[in-house]
Nanobody, 125 residues
Framework: QVQLVESGGGLVQAGGSLRLSCAAS????????MGWFRQAPEKEREFVAA????????SYADSVQDRFTISRDNAKNTLYLQMTSLKPEDTANYYC??????????????????WGQGTPVTVSS
């Protein structure tokens, strides 16, 4: 069983920065692609960023490109999301997830089987 626990969310002013972390249990973390998603109230869950198993490839939603950076430390079983130049429209619950197959990057929620409980990010204007 894989458990994912996010942390690092909070309240920040527009233009500020936050770094989210996702701690994973289990010994197979380095074998799977990982992703970050977010869901704002009354909106569907949307893709934010994904990273390959070894960290050599990453992909981003257009809305966060050049502002967010996804990374991972396989020795620590931890996934990160560095968020800069935050905007009010980035306000949402942020979830990390593990791809259920393969080591690449995937943007569809259906490509992920394990999810964390989410951490809230609120960006004030």
């Amino acid at each position: 069983q894989v458990q994912l626990v996010e942390s690092g969310g909070g309240l920040v002013q527009a233009g500020g920065s936050l770094r989210l972390s996702c701690a994973a249990s289990g010994r197979t973390f380095s074998s799977y692609g990982m992703g970050w998603f977010r869901q704002a109230p009354e909106k569907e869950r949307e893709f934010v960023a994904a990273i390959s198993a070894r960290g050599g490839a990453a992909s981003y939603a257009d809305s966060v490109q050049d502002r967010f950076t996804i990374s991972r430390d396989n020795a620590k079983n931890t996934l990160y999301l560095q968020m800069t130049s935050l905007k009010p429209e980035d306000t949402a619950n942020y979830y990390c997830a593990r791809a259920f197959y393969g080591s690449g990057t995937y943007s569809a929620p259906a490509s992920y089987d394990y999810w964390g409980q989410g951490t809230p990010v609120t960006v004030s204007s």
